[in-house]
């Protein structure tokens, strides 16, 4: 069993940078792909960026490329996504995900994971 813990949403102006962190308890998260996806409000849940468990491979949404980086401290059993030069079309509720079958493959279906945090909400304002 896996469980994570958002925080670092808030309140930002556009252009704007925030940083996301993703605390995770349980023996599996230093092996397995993490994600963050997003979900605003009323639209669909949709995958912004994912990380392989060593780090070495990560895919990114065309809409956050050049503007988002995931990155990952095993060690902390932490994951973060740095967002830069945000947009109010950035505003959601952010959550992270893990893939507990999944050690370099990343999906973008929110389905492929099986352990998700409660999420943090980010708001950026025009």
């Known amino acids: 069993q896996v469980q994570l813990v958002e925080s670092g949403g808030g309140l930002v102006q556009a252009g704007g940078s925030l940083r996301l962190s993703c605390a995770a308890s349980g023996p599996t998260f230093s092996t397995n792909t993490m994600a963050w996806f997003r979900q605003a409000l009323g639209k669909e849940r949709e995958f912004v960026a994912g990380?392989?468990?060593?780090?070495?491979?990560?895919r990114y949404a065309d809409s956050v490329k050049g503007r988002f980086t995931i990155s990952r401290d095993n060690a902390k059993n932490t994951a973060y996504l740095q967002m830069n030069s945000l947009k109010p079309e950035d505003t959601a509720v952010y959550y992270c995900?893990?893939?507990?079958?999944?050690?370099?493959?990343?999906?973008?279906?929110?389905?492929?994971?099986?352990?998700w945090g409660q999420g943090t909400q980010v708001t950026v304002s025009s």
């Open positions: 990380i392989s468990g060593s780090g070495d491979n990560s």
């Open positions: 995900a893990v893939d507990h079958r999944a050690y370099f493959r990343v999906e973008g279906r929110a389905g492929a994971y099986t352990f």
